[in-house]
């Protein structure tokens, strides 16, 4: 089985920053792409970023400039320095891998945990 774990949330002053870290392990043949969301209470759940196999990013306009998405190892790690927090950036933050088990089998989408992100003074 694959699992995704989340880490780095926590309660931060806005303008402060937080650096949340994804780590896949488990029966791994190839992630396509990891990603970041976000849902915050009565809202619908957001993409914030998203880095592919090929190393291109994408990013949800409310955080460009403030927000960067990298992975240390290609296929299972992923970090989101968050910087310049504002508190309506607070929220569950859940990461998500596009990956496939062996090199015969489809992708399939895995979601971590989630971690709390609180922005307030």
């Known amino acids: 089985q694959v699992q995704l774990v989340e880490s780095g949330g926590g309660l931060v002053q806005p303008g402060g920053s937080l650096r949340l870290a994804c780590v896949a392990s488990?029966?791994?043949?190839?992630?396509?792409?990891m990603g970041w969301y976000r849902q915050a209470p009565g809202k619908q759940r957001e993409l914030v970023a998203l880095i592919t196999s090929g190393g291109s990013t994408n990013y949800a306009d409310s955080v460009k400039g403030r927000f960067t998405i990298s992975g240390v190892n290609a296929q299972n790690t992923v970090y989101l320095q968050m910087n310049s927090l504002k508190p309506e950036d607070t929220a569950v933050y859940s990461c998500?891998?596009?990956?496939?088990?062996?090199?015969?089998?489809?992708?399939?989408?895995?979601w971590g945990q989630g971690t709390q992100v609180t922005v307030s003074s």
């Open positions: 998500n891998a596009l990956i496939r088990r062996t090199r015969d089998s489809t992708g399939y989408s895995y």
């Open positions: 488990g029966s791994i043949f190839s992630i396509n792409n």
